[in-house]
């Protein structure tokens, strides 16, 4: 069995590699050399310490598209170049499928979910989500952010008073920010209260299952599994879905989480299904809803919309959590961004107590332009998903706003690609782009988007940035993010300081999502110590 299997493999390895000679597309776009036939450059950049780091570099010696030998000796083409971005995410609809690695994985951890269907079906899932996600649902959930917030607040304050210090002391910000927006999520997507904020979530099953997934499971992958990912394109789709079986850490972590997500949704569907109260508000009911007004042909199957409750958890918690976090980290070493933040807070209260409200609006919070503009500048400098992979469908031609120079020499302003072509898209270089940004991109400054004079572009789904994806694929809850964020930023930097700790330095590493970690403390695990202090 094992001599059969060894064989069977080799074969298709052997056929990888023969159809990776026969494709020269790209032989004349330059980029770095491969560091080996069998991983090329993938483990190099997977196991990188600074994410960005070496697509900055290439970005620097190769212009803003470059070609990288991924495993086998394939061709990957890589660009962070305005035009061809447009052109894959938002001209071509879905002409470029996520590519089967991205797609199999994610199946995993979410299964049959709105991040793992294609065309057709992702229409069909979207349509059906999209009325839990408009303007009018949003402003229902934003008391729970700032309930979420408040208690948050009082959680540091409690913190610190148990310190030596009565004003302050080191939080490790991420920590609590994640179980705060687990609680959020659990409250405005189900209407279930998961409390881990002040329990961290023991006796809740799925919390257990959730914590620490993908640390355990897409950080720092080994070279078999990298080249082994590499062959599962050429594998069909009804083959690959043993994949949750196969006795490894990384599968087995994402078979037990998807199992337990699915055993919680239906408890909680079923739960409400036999309440007397009607009316829920919460995303899953809306969306179950909004699924049975559909024609039968169009729905969601039961096993569909039990995968959503997966992928909110995911989509909805750890991205919010880790760009506060990064936002938190870039203000503890701008003390007077900070301050700039909380004059606007004093100003909007001040407005909303004139009209007779207690509390702040969506337009307040939509209304403190240097608020928003840091919380932009946070998306920018620290995506939290700093590539997206995608395939070409059919044999295309990629436009570039900033022509390229050759192996040969030429100068070109298109490539041309076949059918199958890999393409990475470096949002973090993007992100970075002093075409795009001014010369200061790589620095923090959140005056840029107060720039009206500043060229404008339409690339993404928010303020010109692909921290969201863009296009048809682009991130449906975005304005649910943009909206928390606003909110917790807000109660944190209004009854809080920040200072970063002297002789700290934090690496940003790719485990699915850029996570941040202590320099020479990485086997602590994730964390953002600050310190933080009560304003008096």
């Known amino acids: 069995m094992i001599s059969g299997v060894a064989i069977c493999l080799v074969a298709l390895i052997a056929y990888i590699a023969w159809r990776n000679t026969q494709r020269y597309t790209l032989k004349d776009i330059r980029g770095p050399a491969s560091h080996s036939f069998w991983l090329g450059s993938e483990k190099v950049v997977r196991n990188a310490q600074q994410v960005g780091d070496l697509e900055f570099q290439w970005a620097r010696q190769y212009g803003s598209t470059w070609m990288v030998k991924g495993c086998l000796g394939e061709e990957v083409l890589w660009t962070a170049d305005p035009r ?15 590519r089967t690695v991205v797609t199999e994985t994610t199946r995993l ?8 269907a294609d065309t057709v079906d992702h229409q069909r899932h979207r349509k059906i989500m999209n009325p839990a996600f408009g303007a009018a649902q949003l402003r229902t959930f934003l008391p729970v952010f700032r309930r979420s917030a408040a208690r948050l607040s009082q959680k540091w304050k409690d913190i610190i008073q148990l310190g030596d210090k009565s004003d302050g002391c080191i939080v490790n910000v991420s920590e609590t920010l994640s ?12 209407d279930y209260r998961f409390g881990v904020l ?19 499971t897409l950080l720092n992958p080994s070279s078999w599994d990298i080249i082994f990912k590499s062959t ?28 337990t997500a699915i055993r919680t949704g239906k408890t909680i ?17 809306i969306l179950v809803q909004s ?19 997966a992928t909110l958890l995911v989509a909805g918690h750890d991205t919010t959590a880790s760009s506060l976090t990064w936002l938190l980290y870039e203000l503890s070493k701008h003390p007077e961004d900070q301050q700039r933040i909380r004059d606007e807070i004093k100003a909007a209260r001040t407005s909303a107590a004139a009209r007779g409200d207690d509390d702040l609006l969506p337009s307040d919070f939509n209304n403190m332009d240097f608020t928003n503009a840091v919380i932009k500048e946070g998306l920018r400098l620290h995506p939290i998903v700093p590539t997206l992979i995608r395939e070409a469908d059919s044999d295309d031609v990629i436009p570039l706003s900033q022509p390229i120079e050759t192996r040969s020499g030429k100068i070109i302003n298109e490539i041309p690609i076949s059918k199958g072509q890999g393409i990475t898209a470096s949002i973090c270089t993007y992100n970075r782009l002093q075409s795009v940004w001014g010369e ?12 009206n004079d500043r060229e404008k572009s339409s690339l993404g789904v928010f303020a010109n940035l692909m921290t969201f994806s863009a296009g048809l694929r682009g991130c449906i809850g975005w304005r649910f993010a943009v909206l928390e964020m606003q909110a917790v930023l807000v109660e944190l930097v209004e009854n809080f300081e920040y200072r970063f700790p002297e002789g700290a330095e934090m690496v940003r590493l790719n485990a699915g999502l850029m996570v941040p970690m202590v320099e020479g403390k990485m086997h602590e695990g994730v964390q953002m110590p600050l310190e933080v202090s009560v304003i008096g």
């Open 84 to 98: 061809a971005l447009q052109y894959v995410f938002h001209t071509s609809g879905y002409r470029f499928s996520k």
């Open 109 to 116: 951890f979410t299964g049959e979910s709105i991040l793992t």
């Open 179 to 190: 179980r705060m927006t687990l609680d959020v999520i659990g409250e405005v997507a189900f």
């Open 198 to 216: 002040n329990d961290n979530g023991v006796d809740n099953e799925l919390v257990q299952a959730f914590n620490n997934l993908f640390i355990d």
């Open 232 to 259: 599962w394109r050429f594998i069909p789709q009804p083959v690959l879905k043993y994949l949750k079986y196969l006795p490894y850490k990384e599968y087995r972590r994402f078979a037990t989480y998807l199992q």
């Open 269 to 285: 569907i079923n739960e409400k299904a036999a309440s007397t109260e009607k009316g829920s508000k919460d995303i899953i009911s």
């Open 291 to 309: 699924n049975l007004m559909e024609d039968a042909r169009a729905q969601l199957s039961e096993r569909e919309i039990l995968s959503q409750i």
């Open 440 to 451: 200061d991109a790589d620095v923090w400054n959140p005056s840029r988007f107060l720039d």
